[in-house]
DNA sequence: CAGTATCCTTCCAGATACTG
DNA sequence: CAGTATCTGGAAGGATACTG
């Protein structure tokens, strides 16, 4: 006998929105999500704290709504959870916020805890796709990570592992410098003196790249 | 004594935004303010479900973390809460989860509640700044509500009250109808045709508004 | 690896009473 | 009117142990 899930009964787009993610934890599983399927073990490794039944919980309640699916990979029997395009449908909504809470940041917590696909997250919720340029690839290395932002036609994508086609620019860095940087408590040039970014490449695409990011006019 | 409010721990836009805002009701009182301030019970109105101590909790952390402010007008010792900058700038955020929560909408559930103020933010969702033609008005009647749509050089903004200035064309319909359509199921045609949407002005003023409402190509 | 099951703590809804 | 204070049952969240 399940009991109702509690919800604000309220006609409204917000509050239903809200009613299928806005619990604790919800978010933050469809941001991992954002960035390419994941197996049940690697959400709870980059989720620390959540446990492992309110995870379980939690997608579950996610694959009802039609937000997530589960892939079945007949190579392995490894089983991996992925967005359905209407989970896709958040991408907006999640950097919106994102951007926000990047604007509210300051410095790091003692004891925060941080993963190079949240700096590609910020990378692509502080991009302006309309200060895009010509195409061209960027490869970003944070941490031990290794991302792509592609510009095509106007279309702006990030992406996890190398750039498909050669890049005019690779910018490596640690997660915390770069999300200050997108959060703007950390000039850009100053990362640079310190060499906790090192930006290697043509000096337009520098530019190019640079501009795009909102980190110059 | 004051508990640690709990937070992710996390050094990211998202998680550190969703401490801030992601508690139950949080993001709800944020939307009724930004149709504009409001008084304590005004709140406690269009929030059905809050309970008097839970509304006061959040907006005393809401105030605390500078996203809301209290404003003291001397006329009267009526003291009402606003939106700081800083609030303000979750509109955006708002906006993009009210829109993809829309999509998932359905029909009202038995004993779901619905404000005319709901359905102006709807409108705000879905309409396509890109999609505005020349500068004019457009004034929505909601159940006894009233809102304007104002464009101005490509500017599109939603208000409460009336138009300032001559509007061509006057909408007439109820909460229940406008979410629907704007959840899109509810064909605009169809609600016209069963009378519960009235559409009054200029031939053209309707097409260049359906048009950037986003109900016709 | 991918989850259940269990137990305990914290948070929330709803009611009500009180204050300036 | 605009809150604060207190209480209570129930639901959600967190930690850990266990299983196919």
């Given at each position: 006998m399940k009991h109702h899930r509690r919800n604000y009964g309220?006609?409204?787009g917000l509050a239903a929105g809200l009613d299928l993610i806005g619990e604790r934890?919800?978010?933050l599983i469809v941001r991992e999500l954002l960035s390419?399927?994941?197996?049940?073990n690697e959400l709870l490794a980059n989720l620390p704290g959540i446990g492992t039944n309110l995870l379980a919980d939690r997608l579950k309640f996610l694959g009802q709504c039609g937000i997530i699916r589960q892939r079945c990979r007949e190579s392995s029997k490894l089983?991996?959870?992925e967005l359905t395009e209407q989970g896709e449908g958040l991408r907006e909504a999640v950097l919106a916020l994102a951007r926000w809470g990047l604007g509210m940041l300051d410095q790091p917590a003692p004891g925060d805890?941080?993963?190079p696909r949240w700096a590609a997250l910020a990378i692509e919720a502080i991009l302006d796709p309309s200060r895009a340029g010509p195409d061209e690839q960027y490869e970003f290395r944070i941490d031990d990570e290794v991302f792509h932002v592609s510009v095509l036609g106007g279309q702006v994508?990030?992406?996890h592992g190398r750039a498909a086609i050669g890049h005019t620019l690779t910018l490596t860095t640690d997660s915390v410098?770069?999300?200050k940087i997108g959060a703007g408590s950390l000039n850009p040039l100053e990362a640079t003196l310190t060499n906790r970014l090192v930006i290697d490449g043509d000096e337009e695409a520098v530019v190019r790249c640079s501009r795009m990011l909102g980190l110059m006019a």
């Open positions: 309220q006609y409204c934890w919800t978010l390419g399927p994941c197996r049940y089983r991996d959870y805890i941080v993963r994508t990030v992406g410098t770069f999300v």
